[in-house]
Antibody, heavy 125, light 108 residues
Framework: QVQLQQWGAGLLKPSETLSLTCAVY????????WSWIRQPPGKGLEWIGE???????NYNPSLKSRVTISVDTSKNQFSLKLSSVTAADTAVYYC???????????????????WGQGTLVTVSS | QSALTQPASVSGSPGQSITISCTGT?????????VSWYQQHPGKAPKLMIY???KRPSGVSNRFSGSKSGNTASLTISGLQAEDEADYYC????????FGTGTKVTVL
């Protein structure tokens, strides 16, 4: 049974860089995409981006200029960096496995499961 | 890409059936058969309930079912139980992944 465990700094100052890592235990690392999703307090979910085992990435256009997702296949881990954070980036950040399928010649996820436990990241001066 | 539209809240008595709608556009829900639904209890990570519009993962109760018509997807919970009280989110592929605004389900 696949489990995702994530960690990273929970309190940042404005303009700093958010850094989180997610480790994958108990399953194959290849054959899936690995995503980051966030949820501001009391609000809905927002997809941030994804990476596969080869390092191919896709990002949400609204965050693309500030986001970097990387992978370390030797450790079955993937990481998120979000630069120049502001209070608007305060959220619970989740990592998740994405099962993929081919749609009109494009690889897309048909579901996100399982999810990590979530990390609350607060941006405050 | 705008969030998919869900009702803010839906309620029902134990044993009843409720349906949550998820309205998108011809660029997301209407264009791809890649709608998934997630259940989220307070303080917990979301849990996959339905994928590809109507398929149930192993271990999810058959009281949960999904469907789609045009630009609107729906999640139906039949035989409502106290443990179903949670927030529910839909998600669709649209070149990127777009989530719904979320629906709070209350069991009366």
């Amino acid at each position: 049974q696949v489990q995702l465990q994530q960690w990273g700094a929970g309190l940042l100052k404005p303009s700093e860089t958010l850094s989180l890592t997610c480790a994958v235990y108990g399953g194959s690392f290849s054959g899936y995409y690995w995503s980051w999703i966030r949820q501001p307090p009391g609000k809905g979910l927002e997809w941030i981006g994804e990476i596969n085992h080869s390092g191919s990435t896709n990002y949400n256009p609204s965050l693309k200029s500030r986001v970097t997702i990387s992978v370390d296949t030797s450790k079955n881990q993937f990481s998120l960096k979000l630069s120049s954070v502001t209070a608007a980036d305060t959220a619970v950040y989740y990592c998740a496995r994405a099962a993929i399928t081919m749609v009109r010649g494009v690889i897309a996820a048909n579901w996100f499961d399982p999810w990590g436990q979530g990390t609350l990241v607060t941006v405050s001066s | 890409q705008s969030a998919l539209t869900q009702p803010a809240s839906v309620s029902g008595s134990p044993g009843q059936s409720i349906t949550i709608s998820c309205t998108g556009t011809s660029s997301d829900v209407g264009s791809y058969n890649l709608v998934s639904w997630y259940q989220q209890h307070p303080g917990k990570a979301p849990k996959l309930m339905i994928y590809e519009g109507s398929k149930r993962p192993s271990g999810v109760s058959n009281r949960f079912s999904g469907s789609k018509s045009g630009n609107t997807a729906s999640l139906t919970i039949s035989g409502l139980q106290a443990e179903d009280e949670a927030d529910y989110y839909c998600c669709s592929y649209a070149g990127v992944y777009v989530f719904g605004t979320g629906t709070k389900v209350t069991v009366l």
